[in-house]
Structure formats: structure tokens, C-alpha cells
């Protein structure tokens, strides 16, 4: 039996983005795949569009000196599609969107049409679960670069391909284990001349192959440590320019333990070391420290980490990030968030960015959001530049996903 229904509430997320013509015609054959392997008990299927329009200011996007400085007006929509499908043992989803940009000032941002999409499917198994998602993903590199190459002057895009894929199995009633398996392919457009701080050089195509292994334990119900072990390869291209095409495996193995102290609030936990095989062998501390706490009004983020991650400057970087993030629900209908992210990394690369926003629920389907912000970078042996922004948005939600 299947039966249609519409659904009503689907918070947008823009920052999934993009799909190629070669995704799109493959999305019908693996959701013929899916389809195959569904039961006999009843599937429900919610589907509907969404949108997100909106403008916004922003003093400096490219982070140049105050001289130099230069202001662009963007204007954007973000049309999408999701479909989803549940039958009590799968959940099918995808979506399909365009994110269009409109820009006052194209010398410094140009217009943008940028696809993107997401496919998967989840599976309650008898003891544990499976999961699979394949996604496309184009967007500038200011987005993707902000933080850990500062490489913003130019207006560059990127696109993202990846394929994750996930197994849980309960072992015991103490022993959990956790096997996971992903691919990420990164490629930029050929107008990325960019010129970092100290030298010239172009975008590297790269792509990375990363396998995972967790194991938990239930110590007891307030108290879960774990081992996990990932194993990254990672592989860039040659820019044609000066930098050469390179590959680096990196191994991360860890300790830690997520603490359940009440319903309200969950810690986490782990260290370990990087090992590094290049040229030289290398190793790094990495680890991270999470707490999330939640009430009925408020809920409160820290993430902070240090970690080994990949490139498109033709290379792997290490580095060290905090994220703080609060919301809190004046009304049924309105809320307040603010977000701090501090980051730095091994090349001498510092970044702060500050955001607040104001969301109202104008009706069951319709949202109104505000919001402002304030970035700033600063590189080795170089004056800081800032950049200041503010906008408003109209966001139509119909999708309880």
C-alpha cells in the first residue's frame, strides 16, 4: 500500500547546494533502486517545494585593506524541491534546488546560478541501522575557503561531490560498533587565479577517501567512552602553476566518552594523535570538546576542536576551531540566535566571525529573518581587514523535514 500526503513545516538549510546534469539522471535510476527494496506495509510520501529570497549588504566581501575596500548589494533566491518516503523501516529523501544570485557590483561578486542536490536512504536493521547519501554541491570558494585558505579575493566556484555511507550494529548490550566509508571530489572552475599573501597560485583539484571504525561502551547510562580510528587519503592535482600534484594519508586515532549528565545536557569527549605519511612523517594533537544543552526556551552549542582537514591550495592544513551558538524562543512564534566562530590554523591564517539573527513566524508556512554580522582575517606578517554585513530574508517552509 502507498498513500500520498503533503506535508507542512521544512526549515531550510541553504547551505546544501548544487546538481549536475550527470546527478540529475542518475537520481531516477537509484530511486528506482530504493524503491525495490521497500515492504509490503504502508509508505508515505511527503513532497513539496520551498523557497528562500532575500538581500543583503556587505562592506568588504573580498577582505581587503580598508584602501581598497569596495561594497556590493547581493540578491538571492533559493528555489528547492524535497521528496521524502517512510515506511517505518526506510526513509528515502532528496531534494533538488538552485541557488540564484544577483550582485550590484560584478567587478567583486558576480551573478551566480548554482545547483545543488541530496539523495539518500536510512534502514532500521534488527540490531542497528544503514545509511546512504550521495550529494553535489556548487557554491563560491568565498564560502568554502573563508577560514582555512583566506583565498577570498577572488570569486572562484567550486564543486563538491561526496558519497557517505554508514553501518551501526549493536554487539552486546554493552558494545556498539560503528563502521563508516566516504568519498569527497573537489573541483574548481578555471578562472581561479587567486594571489595569497606571499605567493601566486591556483585552486587544486582534489578528492579524499576516508574510512572510519567506532566502538562504544555502555558504561553506564550517563557515562559512554569509545575508540574510533579514521584513515584519510587524500589526493591533489597538479594547478599547472608551481604547485605539483601530491598524496597524503592521514590516520586519527582516538579516546573519548559522551557524558548523558541530565536530558537537558550531553558532553563530548575525545583526543588522540594525527599520524601523517608524506614526505616527511608527521604527528599532530587533535580532539574536540562538545556540549550541547537544551531546554524547552534555549539551547546552547560549544564545539571545540583541533583537527587535520583538506584543501584546494594542494595540500592538507592543521588547525584549531571554536564555535559558540545560542538560541532562545522569545514566543511561539519568534526566536534569537547568535553564533561566534574563532578559528586558526598552522599557516598563520586567523579568522573571527560574529552573527545575530531575529526569526518570526509569520504564518504556518512563511518566515521572516533578519540578520547581521561581522568577519574579520587576519594573516601572518599582514593587517587585519574586516567586513561587515546585514540582511533579510523571506523563507516559505512546507515540509516537516
Known sequence: MIEFRMARELPLNTKYKKITKQFLFKIPFIALILYSSFSTSAVVFDHGPALTIGTSYESNIQYLPSNFEESVVLYRASPEYRLSAQDGNNDWYARIGLNVQRSSNETISRDRDDPFGTIGWKRLLQDGSFFVQGEFVQESTRQTQFGQTNALLQDATSKTKTLTTGWEKRLSEKFNLMLGAGYEEVSFSDDTAIVVPGFATDFSDFNSTILSSQLNYLYTEKIQPYALIEINRFKS?????????????????????????????????????????????????????????????????????????????????????????????????????????????????????????????????????????????KNEGFNSTDNRYIGINLIYNPLPI
Open 237 to 377: 592535482e597538479s594547478d599547472g602553476l608551481a604547485q605539483p600534484s601530491i598524496k597524503v594519508e592521514y590516520q586519527n586515532y582516538y579516546a573519548g566518552a559522551q557524558f548523558n549528565l541530565s536530558p537537558n545536557l550531553i558532553i563530548d569527549v575525545k583526543t588522540g594523535i594525527s599520524r601523517i605519511d608524506s614526505d616527511t612523517d608527521e604527528s599532530e594533537w587533535v580532539g574536540a570538546f562538545v556540549t550541547n544543552y537544551k531546554t524547552a526556551r534555549q539551547t546552547f552549542l560549544v564545539d571545540l576542536s583541533r583537527q587535520v582537514f583538506d584543501t584546494g591550495l594542494g595540500r592538507i592544513e592543521r588547525g584549531d576551531q571554536l564555535d559558540l551558538g545560542y538560541t532562545f524562543a522569545i514566543s511561539e512564534k519568534s526566536r534569537l540566535g547568535s553564533n561566534l566562530n574563532l578559528s586558526q590554523n598552522a599557516s598563520g591564517i586567523d579568522t573571527q566571525e560574529v552573527t545575530a539573527n531575529y526569526q518570526r513566524d509569520l504564518s504556518l508556512k512563511w518566515t521572516m529573518e533578519g540578520l547581521i554580522g561581522y568577519g574579520n582575517i
